[in-house]
């Protein structure tokens, strides 16, 4: 298949891309390098990718209708599918500017189901997110709830995104399935959530805020698990002729506190927190947990990774990143060294 992949250079993305290349699809990447983190951790994301001659990068915004155009004519001929995972991704900083999560995450979504309309692509894989489930949500978190009440304009902006998708397939007929991810982790995980920062700053002897009492919980998802799910929603829609609409929760299963994870993070960088209590934040979820009863049965979804040897690798694999840094620094720690699967072979 020639596959159409928005957000290619960031955190899932990239994760995707190299495993649709690596079982012979053809993968157009597009992306803006939004500066929510540094370029240079965008362009390490893809540095195997590349390497490959399956793999090819249009460099622009969802926002600008002229530049989805060049990645669909870049593509050079018809694409089978469009997976729209490109966002402003994050609850804390959409609290800040709800207009700029709007522009991109709301209007680059109209603008990317607009694109696949013109050019007759009529199969979309879209990332929604755990955030959707709000105030009228108890966990664990099915499908079929109502998700009526977002606690956080991020949150608001996904759940447009499933509304605009069902109205792109009622009126269309365009096959979509928007996928809910609970709080994606592993290698390249974005630097602004929890596992990634609270690594540095351990591994670095600095202090970590913790926010709440510590007895907030997340679903955590190990990246492959989740590419294991995005990859089972491309091939269910891509066998079908007639467009369904669909959703589905995508995550780890298990619940971890805060705390609890705090604690996985310490041992395995052999290190104790200093940690700073501070007051809940506005728009956090107390609690996140998927059920994935449905995701299993149509799409054998299965997730296999378990939080503390996930945690582990995640660590090992930062270590070995960040030798150099954590050098410089005169920081010893104590973990096996990681070998990324960039590194092998
Ligand atoms: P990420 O920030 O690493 O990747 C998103 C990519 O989109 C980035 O590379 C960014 O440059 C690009 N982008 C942003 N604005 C753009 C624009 N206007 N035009 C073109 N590209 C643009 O984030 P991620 O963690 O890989 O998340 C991918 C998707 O999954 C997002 O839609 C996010 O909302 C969703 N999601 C992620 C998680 C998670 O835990 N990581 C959980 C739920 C949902």
């Avoid at 992306?31 to 370029?39: H, M």
């Avoid at 997340?218 to 990246?223: F, L, M």
Wanted: hydrophobic share 40%.
């Amino acid at each position: 298949m020639k596959i159409l992949v928005t957000g290619a250079a960031g955190f899932i993305g990239s994760h995707l891309a190299e495993r649709l290349c690596g079982r012979g699809d053809q993968v157009v990447g597009f992306d803006n390098f939004d500066g929510f983190y540094p370029r240079a951790v965008k362009e390490r994301n893809l540095s195997l990718l590349r390497r490959s001659d399956s793999f090819s990068l249009v460099e622009g915004d969802l926002t600008a209708p002229g530049d989805l155009a060049r990645a669909f004519t870049a593509a050079g001929g018809k694409v089978d599918m469009v997976v729209h995972l490109a966002a402003l991704a994050g609850v804390r900083p959409s609290l800040a500017q709800p207009q700029r999560y709007a522009d991109v995450n709301v209007t680059g979504t109209l603008n990317v189901f607009e694109a696949c309309r013109k050019r007759g692509v009529h199969k979309v894989v879209f990332a929604s997110s755990s955030s959707v489930y709000g105030a009228d949500s108890t966990v664990p978190f099915k499908e079929s709830d109502p998700c009526a009440r977002p606690l956080s304009p991020y949150a608001a902006t996904k759940k447009a995104g499933e509304l605009l998708a069902y109205s792109e397939h009622h009126v269309h007929g365009t096959g979509i399935t928007c996928l809910r991810f609970f709080t994606v982790y592993g290698p390249r995980q974005r630097p602004d959530l929890a596992i990634a920062k609270f690594t540095r700053l351990m591994a670095m002897g600095k202090q970590i805020e913790l926010f709440g009492d510590g007895e907030t919980s997340r679903d955590y998802t190990w990246i492959d698990d989740i590419v294991d799910g995005v990859v089972a929603s491309i091939d269910q829609i891509s066998r079908e002729s007639t467009g369904r609409y669909r959703i589905y929760n995508l995550g780890g299963c298990k619940t971890t506190t805060l705390k609890g994870l705090v604690d996985l993070i310490s041992s395995a960088l052999g290190k104790e927190p200093r940690i700073a209590w501070k007051a809940e934040q506005a728009g956090d979820m107390k609690h996140t947990h998927a059920d994935v009863a449905l995701a299993t049965e149509q799409l054998g979804y299965a997730p296999k990774m378990n939080i503390s040897q996930g945690i582990d690798q995640y660590v090992r694999w930062w270590c070995a990143q960040h030798a150099a840094e954590l050098k410089e620094q005169g920081i010893r720690i104590d973990t096996l060294p990681y070998r990324s699967p960039e590194l092998v072979g």
